[in-house]
């Protein structure tokens, strides 16, 4: 059964994304945790949260993933910011607390003349920070592949992994549950790994240098494009450089399958419920 979903609107809470789930097909979905741009928060409205809870059980619903604003910074070389990500990190976990047992995606951060291990080491220095104010062990975060978009890290699975190491270190003892990551296929396809040509092999690689047991979701977005760009921008299903037959063998691949996906593709609601019927008449 493929997990399927994109990623709501959360300014009417979680009964509202859950029903709105449901009435396209879907049994998860993503939302920003609070403002994309911006750093406030809503205050959490408990109840909708513990509605949603059994909703979510009713409806046998896959882990949802939450994503972090795009402001948060994790490797900014300015101090102030790189505390600002970590207190949104700390607060966003926080309140998932009340939603357990869901996922948590994060941009890795841009190192901006830092350098990639500068950046690497800040990114997962604040990762171990964040796990040991945070008592809730819930909800897993999980670091997103990325395009390799300017100064970004995370735009190979070695980066990735570098980053869980460093994390591991820093926090003084594994991360097993705690920390994982999320397969973009725009990002992967965009920094030069071919899931077109060769997912197998990419796949073989993740497990190689990451390890499967680390996969816990898949962004599932076509591109704009082609192979290596490093661009990220994101295309709806079929219509950019990865193609509906590669997505088709992404969502059906043995170590991918029962991953929860999610569509950010540029879409309004119509679009999304005719990308999800599209992928579940395509489920081998
Ligand atoms: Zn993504
Ligand atoms: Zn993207």
């Known amino acids: 059964m493929l997990h399927i979903g994109y990623h709501e609107s959360s300014s009417d809470g979680y009964m509202a994304m859950g029903n709105e789930a449901v009435s396209v097909g879907a049994d998860t979905f993503a939302f920003f945790t609070r403002n994309p741009r911006g ?3 809503k205050p959490l409205d408990k109840a909708d ?5 059994t909703f979510a059980r009713e409806h046998a619903f896959a882990p949802l993933v939450a994503h972090a604003p795009y402001t948060m910074n994790p490797c900014a070389a300015d101090p102030g910011l790189r505390d600002f990500a970590r207190n949104m990190m700390i607060d966003d976990l926080n309140r998932l607390s009340y939603t357990p047992g869901n996922l948590y995606n994060f941009h890795p951060g841009s190192h901006v003349k830092q350098g990639a291990d500068v950046g690497i080491a800040l990114t997962a220095d604040m990762l171990a920070a964040v796990f040991r104010a945070v008592s809730d062990i819930s909800t897993t975060v999980l ?6 978009k300017g100064s970004e890290i995370g735009r190979t699975f070695e980066e990735v992994r570098a980053i869980i190491d460093r994390a ?12 994982g990551v999320c397969l973009d296929t725009c990002h992967v396809w965009d920094g030069g790994y071919d ?5 197998d092999g990419v796949i073989t690689q993740f497990d190689k240098v990451i390890g ?3 996969l816990k979701a898949v962004h599932l977005n076509d591109s704009m494009n082609v192979l290596g760009a490093h661009k990220d921008r994101h295309q709806k299903i079929g219509q950019g450089e990865i193609g509906l037959e590669a ?12 991953k929860p996906f999610i569509l950010e593709t540029p879409n309004e609601r119509a679009g999304y419920i005719s990308e999800i ?6 489920v081998q």
Do not use: Y
């Not at 949260?49 to 809870?53: E, L, T, V």
């Open 277 to 282: 019927a599209l992928l579940k008449s395509r």
């Open 39 to 41: 750093g406030a928060a």
């Open 143 to 148: 670091i997103e592949t990325m395009a390799g």
């Open 212 to 214: 499967l047991e680390r």
């Open 168 to 179: 591991e270190q820093s926090f003084g003892k594994p991360l097993d549950g705690r920390l």
């Open 195 to 199: 899931i077109v040509n060769d997912l």
């Open 49 to 53: 949260a513990a509605s949603f809870c």
């Open 247 to 258: 997505l088709v063998r992404v969502i059906n691949h043995a170590a991918l399958k029962d």
